[in-house]
């Protein structure tokens, strides 16, 4: 049996579990894995020390292209992080932030999480929130089954205009669990309900506000129109600084209020991690899924921060458990909580007033431009789409060279919409980032 220098377990105590499994050797244990999928050959080259390491690292490293300006964005948003969050959320009562297996005994912890739960459902408009999810789209897909739990109906009512990979995640989820979606019409970038007209019995609604194409859905009247057929809005936001600004969706007959809180005071790393969230009616306390904080007082009548109602598959039995996701984001909330704390309410108003600002006013730039139109329907917030008369490749490509990326190429997800692209405008791009693209743009109608 090979040595494996950073297993724990020796020869003796390896071969004691084959044993109890019914094997002799570790090959009989991966018998049943193909043969031609066990015999591999990294092609890792010879270890290094770490002074090499980090040579080979730097190397690497100047291979990166500069990016001077990116209006990307589709779920993933680029705003400012005060210099002061880093080195709060290193602070060595922080440094372990993870579940807190003894709860009580880790009270910083936990008044954060009791903070950062207390933040969202102001935000928001609902009555409480749980902490947390491991990002946007798998909170839709526990935001999805809870109301399955709640309406115990099995029929989803889902808006072409959610994050299309969001939409993805939600099928996996109803696949496994017998649910059924229903995707509604896309026709102006706004949520047709009137595709769903044959379906009296849903179990619930599914809407991005604002919405994958930037705009603004009328929440008022899919709160409306769903809860006369008995069945639940959700509300998904995948940049939630946007609430400096707009009505809370709890105020406008949302039942659940979940998505994506990156965009609150964490990077964008690649991808991850992120930060999902899960706000709620108190109504519909029972049936939330992952782990609460509420305020109590010990013994002495001191003010205690606990967990209450778990109801995950650690703390009860599995079969009743509403989530078998157990990892709480803790860095992550962590650094929400900071973020939004530095802001204050005039800062996340004045950040979102910002965006929205800057998003128009570059909206109808590209607009008077020869060869472009903004094909936004409705009122939008700090993303819009754009219809380029020259195709998407060659448009990104010349904008690449300059350092540019325009924004999300939307064919990828909807084939009807070639040589569409959404834009994305935050605070951090400046004023004279909007002119430099105003002008590459020019440069290409003229051309």
């Not at 009616?281 to 606990?306: N, Y």
């Not at 919409?417 to 105003?438: K, Q």
Request: hydrophobic share 40%.
């Amino acid at each position: 049996m090979s040595q494996h220098s950073y297993l724990a377990h020796t020869a003796d105590e390896r071969t004691a579990m084959l044993e109890s499994l019914g094997f002799t050797t570790q090959a009989e244990l991966f018998s049943s894995i193909p043969e031609s999928l066990q015999q591999f050959d990294l092609k890792l080259p010879p270890a290094l020390s770490e002074l090499e390491l980090l040579q080979e690292l730097e190397t690497l490293q100047k291979q990166n292209q500069p990016v001077q300006i990116s209006f990307l964005g589709g779920g993933a948003y680029h705003h400012f992080i005060p210099a002061a969050l880093d080195t709060l959320v290193s602070r060595s009562e922080f440094l372990t932030a993870y579940t807190p297996y003894q709860a009580e005994v880790s009270q910083g912890t936990l008044q954060v999480i009791y903070e950062f739960q207390s933040l969202l459902c102001t935000l928001t408009g609902m009555e409480i929130a749980n902490a947390s999810s491991y990002e946007g789209a798998t909170a839709t897909a526990e935001a999805m089954m809870m109301a399955h739990r709640l309406t115990r109906r099995n029929h989803i009512l889902v808006s072409a205009a959610l994050h299309p990979e969001y939409r993805e995640v939600l099928k996996t989820y109803a696949d496994a669990t017998g649910l059924t979606l229903e995707t509604s019409a896309l026709q102006g970038f706004q949520t047709q309900s009137e595709s769903f007209q044959s379906e009296t019995e849903p179990a619930a609604l599914v809407v991005q506000y604002p919405n994958f194409f930037g705009e603004l859905e009328n929440l008022q009247a899919l709160a409306n129109w769903v809860h006369q057929r008995k069945g639940l809005l959700i509300v998904v936001m995948a940049d939630p600084t946007v609430l400096g600004v707009l009505e809370a969706p709890g105020n406008l007959g949302a039942d659940i209020v979940c998505g994506e809180a990156q965009s609150f005071g964490n990077t964008l790393s690649l991808g991850g991690p992120y930060l999902g969230f899960l706000t709620a009616r108190e109504a519909h306390l029972r049936q939330m899924p992952g782990r609460l904080c509420g305020l109590a007082q010990d013994q002495a009548g001191k003010r205690a921060f606990t967990l209450v109602l778990q109801t995950r598959e650690q703390h009860i039995r599995r079969e009743r458990a509403t989530s078998n996701i157990c990892t709480n984001q803790g860095l992550m909330a962590l650094a929400a909580t900071v973020w939004l704390s530095l802001l204050g309410k005039a800062g996340l108003q004045e950040l979102a007033s910002l965006c929205l600002k800057q998003a128009h006013h570059l909206a109808k730039r590209i607009a008077e431009l020869p060869g472009f139109e903004v094909v936004n329907s409705g009122p939008f917030f700090h993303e819009f789409v754009v219809k380029s008369t020259e195709p998407i490749e060659t448009l990104f490509a010349r904008l690449k060279k300059a350092h540019v990326l325009p924004g999300l190429r939307l064919q990828t997800w909807y084939p009807e919409l070639e040589n569409h692209f959404l834009v994305t405008v935050t605070e951090m791009n400046r004023p004279a980032d909007l002119d430099h693209f105003i002008d590459l743009l020019a440069q290409v109608s003229s051309s």
